[in-house]
């Protein structure tokens, strides 16, 4: 416990230094960078597409299932919000960008953490006899993601492979001076920071 909590006041510190050196460009930069985990794609037995974004999250799944990556793709994610919940958001841009319907697995409507989206696709992957994920998300929300899906998918022996959304307005080199970027980056930390502390 004592290294989580360790690890706990290392990512304060860094979020405190990059608050107040943010004119700084190079912690800056290191801090955004920090963010994004982006790996070799090799092919895989699905593509799991997380909630929060799907304008730009679902079309990078698409372009990875029209490339041959992998024959399904599942949408997970159960945040409510215009009356549509994520998952189902998902699967429709996925169709208007080409997808066919038999390839979209839509999971259930109440995945309302990264954890919990990790612990549906470990469901998927147990029952189906997944060994290889691609794991689609918003390039901030990457390094995060996959650390959580590494420690609920290994023990299952499920390799993941993390894909950042390529159009995704995110931009390492200069989320401070954006205020939408700004909470981005401060609550992926402490996110972080929450989730290292409870495993």
């Not at 860094?14 to 801090?31: E, N, Y």
């Not at 963010?35 to 997380?50: H, R, T």
């Not at 429709?92 to 549906?120: K, N």
Request: hydrophobic share 45%; with cysteine; net charge neutral.
């Amino acid at each position: 416990m004592s290294q989580k909590i360790g690890a706990v006041f290392t990512v304060c510190l860094m979020l405190l230094v990059g608050a107040a050196a943010a004119a700084h460009q190079p912690v800056g930069r290191a801090l955004g960078e920090g963010l994004i985990a982006q790996d070799a794609l090799s092919p895989a037995d699905a593509i799991v597409v997380l909630g929060g974004d799907a304008r730009h999250r679902a079309p990078q799944a698409a372009a990875l299932y029209r490339q041959g990556l992998a024959p399904v793709v599942l949408a997970v994610g159960g945040t409510l919000a215009d009356n549509h919940y994520q998952a189902q958001r998902t699967r429709d841009v996925l169709s208007s960008e080409g997808v066919p319907g038999d390839a979209i697995l839509v999971a259930g409507l109440h995945e309302a953490s990264t954890v919990e989206e990790a612990q549906t696709a470990a469901e998927y992957a147990i029952d189906r006899g997944w060994r290889r994920v691609i794991v689609v998300t918003s390039p901030y929300h990457t390094w995060r993601a996959g650390e959580v899906f590494r420690a609920t998918l290994a023990p299952l022996t499920v390799d993941v492979q993390l894909s950042a959304a390529g159009d995704d307005p995110f931009d390492p080199q200069r989320w401070w001076k954006d205020p939408r970027q700004r909470r981005q980056v401060r609550n992926e930390y402490l996110k972080m920071a929450l989730w290292s502390l409870q495993h």
